[in-house]
Each structure stands twice: as C-alpha cells, then as structure tokens.
C-alpha cells in the first residue's frame, strides 16, 4: 500500500472535530461495552484492520471477554452471548454502516424504543456516525496497525 498524508498534519482541524465526538461521546448515556461492540462491529464490516485492533484491545481491558468479541461477526447466530438490548445495538450498528441498504429500518428502530431512550438512540447513532468516520479516515490514508494519528 503507498503511504499516504497524515491527517492530523493536512487537516488538523478536521481531525480536532473527530476528536470533539470522541469527546461527546466519552460522556454520552451509553456504557463503554455498548461503544466498544458498536466500534468492533463497524469496523469489522468496514474491513479497518487498525480500528479492530485497537478496540478489540480496548474491549478486553474494560472487561470484555474474547468469546463475546470472537462472536461478534455472527452475533445473529448466537442466543444468550449478547443481551437483547446488545443485539439492538449491533443491529442499528450493521444497518447504520450499511446506509446504502436501507439504512436504519422502521422495525429496528421500534425494537430499540422498547430498550433505549431517544436520548440514548441518538447517542448509539452518533457513536456508530464516529467509528465510521475513523474508519474512512484509516482506510483512506492507508494507516496500519503500530502507525499513529499524530
């Protein structure tokens, strides 16, 4: 792969708008295991070898367990790994980062109602927008595993 541009160099102030959701976010309703699935699943779908690395590593150190993240990409076919507020969350994940699909259905989005405030759907949908974001920018820039945004 060629090396390409680092972005906090070329555009620093893009990259300090990333970083204000990440910060958003760091406070938002949803707890830290809900983030780091939304972020391991995304980035399983987006193919972004550097965002799963970094939070499958994240996901361990806040508790998660390597069955849960091992099963993650098939989370449909399992019956009590995840809850079902979990598999709420994975399914506006996929439907999310699959936009051109169908986007976020009316059933998912009802399902998600039963779990989850407004407030708090917002949030999953915000957290899901910002690790789609990152892994556009990872992607295309051709950041590898080991390399740092700074």
């Known amino acids: 792969m060629q090396k390409r541009f680092n972005i906090k160099e070329v555009a620093p102030n893009a990259l300090k708008a990333m970083i204000g959701l990440e910060m958003y976010l760091s406070t938002a309703s949803i707890s830290r295991t809900t983030k780091e699935l939304i ?28 069955q849960r993240i091992f099963l993650l990409n098939a989370w449909r076919e399992t019956e009590d790994i995840f809850t079902e507020e ?43 927008i910002t690790i789609n974001l990152w892994n556009r920018v990872v992607l295309g820039t051709h950041l590898q595993i080991g390399q740092s945004l700074a």
């Open 39 to 66: 972020k391991i699943r995304a980035s399983q779908i987006n193919g972004c070898a550097f965002c799963i690395n970094i939070h499958t590593q994240d996901a361990i150190k806040n508790g998660e367990t390597n």
């Open 86 to 128: 979990e598999k709420i969350v994975l399914a506006i994940t996929e439907e999310m980062t699959l936009i051109h699909q169908k986007g976020l259905s009316d059933e998912t989005y009802s399902n998600a109602l039963q779990f989850f405030s407004e407030t708090q759907i917002a949030d999953i949908i915000t957290a899901v």
